[in-house]
DNA sequence: AACCTGACGAAGA
DNA sequence: TTCTTCGCCAGGT
């Protein structure tokens, strides 16, 4: 294990921050984070790190709207997590993105 | 230093 | 609309 970089705790940070009953996407938090073309090391540190800091990893899917999530399984659970908190997911495991995403422009005041 | 990986994403075909 | 390709990033599988 090593010290998270500014980046990477910015990201962490980003994702605690999310609302219940909204989500955000990888794209869009690396690029709250400092860094639009980082959407991947969102995605790793959500593969690796979700438990450890206690993230809503939930509220975090891809910018087509669809839970990214690989296995159907790991899709149901996620599907479940969201709509506990009045997400609507449709078919394909995706969600209204202009209905649900976290507005957010800052995060100044995070 | 080099290489590999992932719950990505935009652009093409 | 779906599938493929290619570029990106930081952590370490």
Do not use: C
Not at 58 to 73: D, P, T, Y
Request: charged share 25%; no cysteine; hydrophobic share 35%.
């Amino acid at each position: 294990m090593s010290i998270p970089s500014d980046f990477t705790e910015q990201i962490i940070h980003i994702i605690k921050s999310i609302p219940k009953g909204r989500v955000l996407t990888y794209g869009f938090i690396a690029k709250l984070a400092g860094n639009p073309r980082a959407a991947r090391q969102v995605s790793w540190i959500l593969h690796s790190s979700s438990k450890k800091y206690n993230l809503p990893w939930h509220r975090v899917i891809s910018s087509n709207g669809k839970i990214s999530l690989k296995s159907f399984e790991d899709r149901q659970y996620q599907k479940n997590l969201l709509e506990q908190e009045g997400i609507k997911v449709l078919d394909g495991f995706k969600v209204n993105l202009e209905k649900y995403l976290w507005k957010i422009n800052s995060i100044e005041n995070l």
